[in-house]
């Protein structure tokens, strides 16, 4: 029942937001400053009809904070929950993968958030870095991408990639202002009221490899709910930094966020469980 009413929902609130959020785009200021405003509400609402409850550390600011100079957005990324938590907490524009631009519904859905669709082949590195640095000129939401360049099986954080940060020293070259970068952690702890202290659970939530959407949002739709931790660090200043220094800062940041999440619900993996029981002893 619960998965047939959020499935209702999901095509309601997405019809909703079409009807209100296409007029108002015709308006030159609403879609320069505040287009992410009804696309918030929509994430928000999913998360609703999702039981996903959402606490928030860290950092805890009014949505001008984050729109008062170039911010970019860094997040860790495990499922398609993450769109959800993230697009309902702050006022963002996402960056994607070029193929998600052509998923039926989801793609139509991005495009209404102004999210940037980029290639993440090494060759078209040149035009990434050009998209993002005009789109941070442009001014509005800021804008958030996963370093990582794929989702995790939940378990850990995956190694950052740093080409998309390059953006910083090219903005700041030309308009003589740097770039303040947030990162941000995501830690999924219990399904269902159960704690994700499995991989068997945790693939409840994720999205990875080769598993296939459908089963992935029935899982996330049929269950009665989700918690999750967001964690908002403090700012960091890209002056001075070269795009491997900035991806291992965020990186160390989120990775030591996460690892001590896992520490508090005690969800390490059984291996590395191991491990630091050895350590300690």
């Known amino acids: 029942m619960r998965l047939y009413f959020n499935i209702f929902m999901f095509?309601?609130?997405s019809i909703l937001m079409t009807i209100v959020h296409c007029p108002l785009l015709l308006i030159p200021v609403y879609k320069r400053k505040y287009f992410w405003f009804i696309p918030k509400l929509w994430h928000q609402a999913m998360c609703w009809c999702m039981n996903i409850k959402i606490q928030i550390h860290g950092l805890k600011q009014p949505n001008s904070f984050f729109m008062n100079s170039p911010t970019i957005f860094v997040s860790n990324h495990i499922g398609v929950g993450d769109i959800e938590i993230l697009g309902g907490s702050l006022p963002i524009n996402f960056v994607s993968k070029a193929e998600v631009k052509h998923w039926p519904i989801f793609g139509l859905l991005a495009?209404?958030?102004?999210?940037l669709f980029i290639e993440r082949e090494k060759s078209q590195a040149a035009l990434q870095r050009d998209m993002l640095e005009k789109r941070l000129k442009a001014g509005g939401a800021p804008l958030l991408f996963f370093p990582e360049g794929t989702t995790s099986n939940g378990a850990e954080v995956l190694p950052f990639k740093s080409p998309l940060f390059e953006v910083t020293k090219n903005f700041e070259a030309s308009m003589g202002e740097p770039v303040r970068i947030i990162p941000l952690t995501l830690f999924y702890s219990h399904f269902d009221g159960e704690l994700l202290d499995s991989q068997e659970k945790r693939d409840r939530i994720a999205y990875y490899g080769d598993l296939p959407l459908p089963p992935?949002?029935?899982a996330l739709m049929s269950g009665k709910g989700i918690t999750v931790h967001l964690h908002i660090h403090p700012p960091l200043?890209?002056?001075g930094k070269n795009r491997k220094q900035l991806a291992q800062e965020t990186e160390?940041?989120?990775r030591t966020s996460f690892r001590k999440l896992q520490a508090r619900f005690k969800t390490l993996p059984q291996e590395e469980a191991e491990e630091e029981i050895a350590k300690a002893s």
């Open 11 to 13: 095509f309601l609130l």
């Open 111 to 115: 495009m209404f958030q102004r999210t």
């Open 216 to 218: 992935h949002l029935k």
């Open 237 to 239: 200043s890209s002056q």
């Open 252 to 254: 160390l940041a989120i």
